[in-house]
């Protein structure tokens, strides 16, 4: 593996360096989008026969959860070996194709890097765990038991339970964030930090576009180890984990998000800024802290790129009043930074399940909050499937797959319902995803909502993506202006978009009744290409249910 410190050569100046501020990155969860090789588990050619569909959706990056070697307690987020491909995701050729053809397509390239934690099978854990006196003896967090042979102090595993695991070889306990299988690496050793920024290099140098950083504030804990205080319960909010997990009943202030990591990413943008047109997003999971996170990580230029939170991802449903309020609240906390906006990912409920199955309407519902999701101040990410209305999958107990889910079942039932293969063709052999038996079942309901059912209906969900994303990409100040809210009442949310001499009015109403909005007797003028048909009068704007309108003012 190349050194971390090498230098590279000197950038193409010609190449457009801010191509990620407000791009659509659509995320691939590589183990249910595309089976290619009859094994019921998704892969990289899958995905390299799947990628002329996302350029036609009009994404401009992808965004591929882990595909490294693993041996998938967390579904490849429990890492083996950073620099090389599972073989059940195919090879690295695999990959350098995959690469060579999204960059063919016009599609940027962005990978999950898990660093705060691995596998606990890695090779660095192994030397680690076998004496305290070896050469990586600090790569972990360890420490003592207390002298009456409990653990360490109180923080808690996000996956349930005490966040130490004992280990006979050592007679100490090992920090694990996650599961006990997913020891947690020690940031304050700096060969850790070269190493990590050495796996970094080795995908740079393969080509890749970006990265999404999975638990980006785990990456620190307080040397300390002091005890988390307790968190009051009107304080408590179930954002980052379920409500039945009693991670909730802490404020978790010494195990995350800690000063010490600002450092770090200082020094992991200061390699991405070596090559051209790079960039990096990353996972904030802080229910109390977040939007000051993602500022904190995202200010000056010389940290990461953008950070998402879990303010739109949490269970509560989407309003007006929340949109406004998270814009708003960002805009003071964050006045350089740059936020991803989402909806949905690999580890939420689906939004078709979470918040429209109680709307009348529930696909003109989904329309109108994606066109909201997709002109707000920020980059966008779609997740697999989002783009359909997939709904959560309703699984037996049986069929569960994922250990959260399993450990907290029945309230909770994990992430599984998100994580069912794509549906590529409701009349074929589970919706065209494999020929062999899904490593997840596919919903029979899910085969009405394919990509062939819905593909040339103008009326679809899938098309209507595909129309929003061209009149986004036609309307630059959709993509990167700023943004300044409209007062406007009940469910509606207003506010322009500018860029230059670009100045766009969105208007949305996130209700089944009809709305109106008063723009203060201004001209108005409708921009068409949009498919909502929101009605403008003098000075207002007149929406019916789950409607739209978009246009400039004089």
């Known amino acids: 593996m190349q050194s971390a410190l090498k230098a590279s050569s000197k950038p193409d100046l010609a190449i457009d360096r801010d191509w990620w501020r407000g791009a659509v990155i659509y995320q691939i969860y590589p183990r249910s989008y595309q089976d290619s ?25 992808i965004w591929i959860s882990p595909f490294f070697t693993s041996p998938m307690k967390d579904f490849g987020y429990d890492v083996s070996d950073y620099c090389d491909v599972d073989p059940m995701f195919g090879t690295l050729a695999d990959f350098d194709a995959l690469t060579a053809e999204a960059h063919r397509l016009g599609l940027k390239v962005m990978i ?50 005490s966040a130490w695991q004992w280990d006979t070889s050592r007679q100490q306990y090992y920090l694990h964030n996650f599961l006990a299988e997913q020891p947690d690496l020690n940031f304050h050793s700096r060969e850790v930090q070269d190493a990590l920024l050495d796996v970094t290099r080795f995908w740079l140098e393969r080509g890749v576009d970006g990265f999404r950083l999975d638990t980006i504030n785990f990456y620190f804990h307080s040397q300390g180890l002091e005890n988390n205080p307790p968190l009051a319960p009107e304080e408590r909010n179930d954002q980052t984990a379920p409500a039945v997990n009693p991670y909730n009943y802490q404020d978790h202030i010494y195990d995350k998000s800690r000063p010490e990591n600002l450092g770090f990413l200082e020094r992991f943008r200061a390699l991405l800024d070596e090559y051209p047109a790079t960039a990096a997003v990353g996972e904030v999971g802080d229910s109390q802290r977040g939007l000051d996170v993602v500022a904190a990580y995202t200010a000056g230029g010389k940290r990461v790129h953008m950070c998402y939170s879990f303010d739109f991802l949490a269970p509560e449903k989407i309003s007006a009043a929340k949109v406004r309020s998270v814009l708003e609240t960002f805009g003071k906390v964050a006045t350089d930074g740059w936020s991803c906006w989402a909806f949905s990912n690999h580890d939420v409920m689906r939004p078709a399940s979470r918040w429209a199955a109680g709307e009348a309407d529930p696909t003109a519902y989904l329309k109108v909050i994606s066109a909201l999701l997709m002109s707000l101040r920020g980059s966008v990410c779609i997740y697999q499937g989002e783009e359909l209305g997939l709904g959560e999958a309703e699984l037996r107990f049986e069929d569960l797959q994922d250990p959260y889910g399993i450990r907290f079942w029945p309230e909770f039932k994990g992430r599984d319902g998100c994580r069912t293969p794509m549906v590529w063709d409701g009349s074929a052999k589970n919706g065209g995803f494999s020929l062999a038996k899904p490593w997840l079942p596919v919903p029979a309901k899910h085969l009405s909502q394919a990509v062939n059912v819905q593909q040339g209906d103008e009326t679809s969900l899938l098309e209507h993506y595909r129309r929003f994303l061209t009149f986004r990409r036609a309307h630059p100040a959709l993509a990167k202006g700023d943004i300044t809210f409209i007062e406007s009442q009940g469910d509606t949310v207003a506010f322009t978009r500018r860029a230059g001499n670009e100045q766009i009015v969105c208007v949305f109403n996130l209700g089944a009744k009809p709305a109106k909005v008063d723009l203060g007797g201004r001209s108005l003028h409708p921009l068409p290409g949009h498919g909502f048909s929101g009605q403008a009068s003098t000075g207002s704007i007149e929406l019916g249910g789950y409607g739209a309108w978009f246009g400039r003012i004089d």
Not at 42 to 48: A, P, Q, S, T, Y
């Open 37 to 61: 090789n009859g094994d019921g588990i998704g892969d990289l050619k899958g995905i390299i026969q799947r990628l002329p569909y996302i350029a036609a959706l009009g994404a401009d990056a």
């Open 112 to 161: 999950d890097e898990v660093l705060s934690h691995t596998a606990d099978i890695h090779p660095w854990f192994k030397e680690s765990r076998s004496s305290r006196t070896n050469p990586k003896a600090d790569w972990y967090v360890w420490a003592d038991a207390r002298p009456d042979g409990t653990p360490p102090n109180n923080w808690l595993s996000i996956f349930g339970g």
